[in-house]
């Protein structure tokens, strides 16, 4: 099953020429999940990959540049005719936020929901479990955890048959977990194997609640709106360097690093390099690039520029 993140917006508070306000599109399956809508948001979907059929939209905290683009998202899904309901998730206060925009909005035809989460309110969506991450900003901010249900161990047809199990019916017995002609399950399925996890930070300082939530994932997409030469800036204003990113990655064990919500004084590459000196996996994604998730047997995370072919994934 696909799991893969389109970088739709990467750009700090201030949009520049070449990045949009954050906005990350996660694709499972057929869930389309929206984390952070920065003003520009529906623009930037529709020149990369259409203005799709969104099954949720998750915002990180309420500063304007990770929600003001939420207005006119509504609208025009609503002006396409969309009937499916749609939710929207975020910290307390969101509620509020989107209200006081009703009357720009206007009456929507389709249902919309808002639901304020706590941190211990997880959600779940098919084999995909969204976690929400207190993480260290000015104001209230989560981040997300996105952990994919484990996969049943292989089934050894091989072995089944040598012991006696016939093709057919009965293999599938067997993977329901029955015991056929006295053969036991585990006698021929292997171990479960783990689902898959990404991560990512919203707004925040380096954050010790974030690298245990972050522990073991595939990809951990995390902010870099500074270099190391402001570190001080980065402290009093609740966000990260790219340094501490690639720290972050370190102590949590990750596969891949992305940095995003770069500050337009940089063009990205000292950013970069800042990061791989201390975490050699990390990419700093432009808008329209995506990063491809496939099950651990079947490679590392990868960058896919934007207008490069993606390789098929598969199931497992």
């Known amino acids: 099953m696909e799991l893969s993140v389109l970088f739709a917006g990467t750009a700090g508070s201030a949009p520049s020429a070449r990045r949009g306000l954050p906005a990350l599109l996660i694709r499972y399956g ?7 809508c920065g003003e520009g948001t529906q623009r930037q979907l529709i020149r990369s990959v259409g203005l799709v059929e969104l099954t949720d939209v998750f915002i990180t905290h309420l500063h304007l540049d ?12 609503d002006l396409r005719d969309r009937t499916r309901p749609l939710q929207v998730h975020g910290p307390p ?31 779940r969506r098919g084999e995909l479990e969204i976690q ?20 049943p161990g292989r089934f050894d047809a091989e072995l089944a048959t040598c012991l006696g199990v016939q093709f057919g019916p009965d293999f599938g017995r067997l993977q329901r977990g029955e015991v056929v002609n006295g053969v036991r399950p585990e006698q021929v399925i292997g171990e479960a194997r783990p689902g898959r996890k990404v991560a990512i930070s919203g707004d925040t300082a380096p ?30 204003t609740g966000h990260s360097t790219a340094a501490q990113a690639a720290r972050v990655a370190l ?7 992305a940095l995003t919500h770069i500050s337009a004084r940089y063009a990205g590459r000292q950013l970069r ?30 960058l896919v520029r934007a207008g490069e072919a993606p390789v098929p994934q598969s199931g497992g």
Do not use: Q
């Not at 057929?30 to 952070?36: A, F, H, K, P, S």
């Not at 000015?138 to 484990?150: N, P, S």
């Not at 102590?251 to 690093?257: E, F, H, W, Y």
């Open 30 to 36: 057929g869930e389309r999940i929206l984390v952070d």
């Open 66 to 77: 990770h929600w003001l683009g939420l207005p006119g998202l509504l609208k025009s899904l």
């Open 93 to 123: 206060g969101i509620r509020e936020a989107l209200a006081s925009m009703r009357g720009v909005v206007g009456r929507l035809r389709f249902p919309l929901e808002v639901v304020e989460l706590a941190p211990e309110d997880a959600v």
């Open 132 to 151: 929400p991450v207190n993480v260290r900003h000015r104001t209230l901010a989560y981040g997300y955890v996105f952990i994919e249900d484990d996969r």
């Open 207 to 236: 954050c010790e609640t974030l690298a245990l939530a972050a522990h073991g994932a595939d990809l951990l997409i995390h902010e870099a709106t500074f270099a190391e030469e402001e570190h001080e800036r980065a402290r009093l």
């Open 251 to 257: 102590d949590a064990d990750v596969r891949l690093l």
């Open 273 to 302: 390099d800042e990061a791989r000196a201390i975490f050699p996996d990390t990419e700093l994604p432009r808008d329209f690039d995506s990063i491809e998730v496939p099950f651990v047997e079947r490679g590392a995370p990868r």
